[in-house]
């Protein structure tokens, strides 16, 4: 019978970097899926909007170059129009005035983008109150089940929201008094940012502040703590439902825009299966 790749990768000489190779084995059928939590992106990727007194984000355009034509006749190619901070993205933190001297998103350690992911499920509680708010005390008690979260690792609140990112209506949700989107209460917000050992907080809202975020006391409190302590953000990301509650890896691919405020990301969980 012939070896398994598993057991010709682990049998592989001492020079051979073993860990890797039971990484490869494992993506190979040895038990890791590799789960896509990246919107798609295209000029219907819902973005924010703001009070129209305000700047605004540009929605994901492609404009052709050529397509097997005149223009370019064995080619196809575009270039794209795109805010830092549309569809699927990485926030760091100069993206907010609390961390305007810290790290652009070119110099985000690259070390720092693979990372391990708590997910928190409050899918539930959205869909009953597209306002809840988690607290302190529900990533306490989340702690209590599966233990403290991941040094280095992301936060990652999984809350229903990527059911409605097919549009920029639902998945904004707005009505005249703003946006009604989950997220976390300002408490939340500063705990998480100054009391944990986390790089970032993952959301799959338009951003990771809550839609009511522009009257917490500080407004937009996760923007304000979590950047003003150089941590990160991720946002618009889908799937999350398909993450165990510990031991997912994240990688997180922001483009290395130099000076940049962040990045649309691909955004990649390693997960392991038992028997596949
Ligand atoms: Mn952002």
């Not at 926030?91 to 997910?119: E, R």
Request: aromatic share 8%.
């Amino acid at each position: 019978m012939p070896e398994s790749t598993s057991a010709s990768a682990a049998a592989s000489g001492p020079s051979s970097p073993s860990v890797l190779a039971a990484l490869v084995a494992g993506l190979r059928g040895g038990g890791i899926e590799v789960v896509d939590l990246t919107a798609p992106l295209s000029a219907a990727t819902p973005v924010l909007e703001l009070p129209p007194e305000f700047g605004q984000t540009k929605v994901f355009e492609l404009e052709e170059i050529s397509r097997y034509d005149d223009r370019g006749p064995a080619w196809y190619w575009n270039n794209i129009r795109t805010g830092e901070h549309t569809g699927t993205h990485f926030d760091a933190p100069n993206h907010w005035i609390t961390g305007k001297d810290l790290a652009d998103v070119a110099s985000v350690p690259a070390g720092q983008l693979v990372a391990p992911a708590a997910v928190l499920d409050v899918t539930d509680e959205a869909a009953k109150d597209p306002d809840f708010l988690i607290e302190v005390e529900h990533v306490q008690a989340w702690q209590n089940r599966y233990g403290v979260l991941p040094d280095g690792g992301w936060l990652l609140v999984r809350t229903g929201w990527d059911s409605r990112s097919y549009a920029q209506e639902p998945f904004l949700n707005a009505d005249e008094n703003g946006p009604h989107t989950p997220g976390l209460s300002a408490a939340c917000a500063r705990w998480v940012a100054e009391e944990t050992p986390v790089i970032g907080l993952g959301v799959e809202t338009v951003g990771t502040d809550a839609g009511r975020a522009h009257t917490f006391d500080p407004v937009f409190p996760c923007h304000s703590y979590l950047m003003g302590s150089g941590k990160y953000g991720l946002t618009q990301l889908q799937n999350l439902a398909e993450l165990p509650p510990t031991g997912a890896v994240v990688i997180a691919g922001p483009l290395p825009i130099v000076t940049g405020s962040g990045a649309p990301a691909r955004v990649l969980a390693l997960v392991e299966r038992a028997g596949r």
